[in-house]
């Protein structure tokens, strides 16, 4: 559309959580997303400025029209609950390790999309002894009809434990193993599950200082029609400053597609 654009990006190649997700081999073509938009800000010649930490300084002082926020977030390790007196690592503590079988894994999946499911499986491919456990029904309850039956194939084959229905409410150390707490959500009996390491995946929290501290100085104060984004309508009325808004993780804990959704309804408008 002719606009200039300026993209500011903290680490040094783009894209990190969702390369952080291709090295689950399940999900290894989402680096074509990456790809594909690299070739295509090229092409519009885009500035890209890396390693940098955009602070409310760094955006004013582009004098932008259009300010969109898209941080990301960072995983949710359950500091609501006051009963894990063992830290838990996370699906990304796993990615960012090596693969290597180590001890017996207990992975609690409370979110039910294709991340810890396609992690598990990853995981039990490579011989790991593993125990899943989730609060809902079933294992990956949020998972496509498509991915579903392969990924529950090899963690049956693999001989991996499901609990079903098992809320997380706490964990303790014992010698050298952990002792986690689950509370049944039917019955509300409590069972004991012990392992070398306790892996949570919660999805994420949303990384927004940046949003927060610029929501003062944007004229629509951050908030977004909606209405308007589905109907790909400007989003509020012309005027002095900036319009601020966010998108993807940086709003909540959801996946890539929901954040290109985001910033294609929003980016037609402008």
Not at 4 to 30: C, H, K, N, S, Y
Not at 89 to 117: F, K, M, N, R, S
Not at 134 to 145: A, N, V
Not at 174 to 201: H, K, M, S, W, Y
């Amino acid at each position: 559309r002719g606009h200039q654009v300026t993209l500011f990006e903290a680490a040094p190649q783009a894209g990190g959580q969702l390369l952080m997700a291709t090295r689950i081999p399940r999900r290894r073509d989402l680096i074509g997303i990456i790809d594909w938009r690299l070739a295509e800000l090229e092409r519009l010649g885009v500035e890209i400025r890396y390693n940098t930490f955009a602070e409310t300084a760094d955006i004013m002082a582009e004098t932008p029209d259009v300010v969109i926020i898209a941080t990301g977030g960072v995983p949710d390790m359950l500091e609501d609950q006051p009963d894990l007196n063992v830290a838990p690592e996370t699906v990304w503590d796993l990615l960012a390790g090596p693969h290597q079988p180590q001890g017996d894994i207990l992975l609690y999946d409370g979110l039910g999309t294709v991340t810890g499911a396609s992690v598990a499986e990853m995981l039990a491919e490579a011989g790991q002894s593993m125990t899943l456990v989730t609060p809902d029904g079933q294992l990956g309850k949020e998972m496509s009809y498509l991915e579903r039956p392969f990924v529950m194939r090899t963690l049956y084959k693999a001989g991996v434990q499901i609990h079903p229905d098992l809320r997380l409410i706490g964990s303790e150390r014992r010698g050298n193993r952990i002792a986690a707490r689950f509370l049944n959500e039917f019955t509300e009996e409590e069972t004991i599950l012990d392992c070398d390491r306790l892996v949570i995946e919660r999805g994420t929290v949303p990384v927004d200082d940046l949003f927060h501290d610029l929501v003062g100085l944007a004229r629509n104060h951050g908030a977004s029609d909606p209405i308007a984004m589905a109907e790909a309508r400007p989003q509020c009325a012309p005027g002095a400053g900036f319009e601020l808004y966010r998108i993807g993780d940086a709003v909540s804990s959801r996946d890539v597609h929901a954040a290109m959704l985001d910033a294609n309804r929003i980016c037609r408008a402008i």
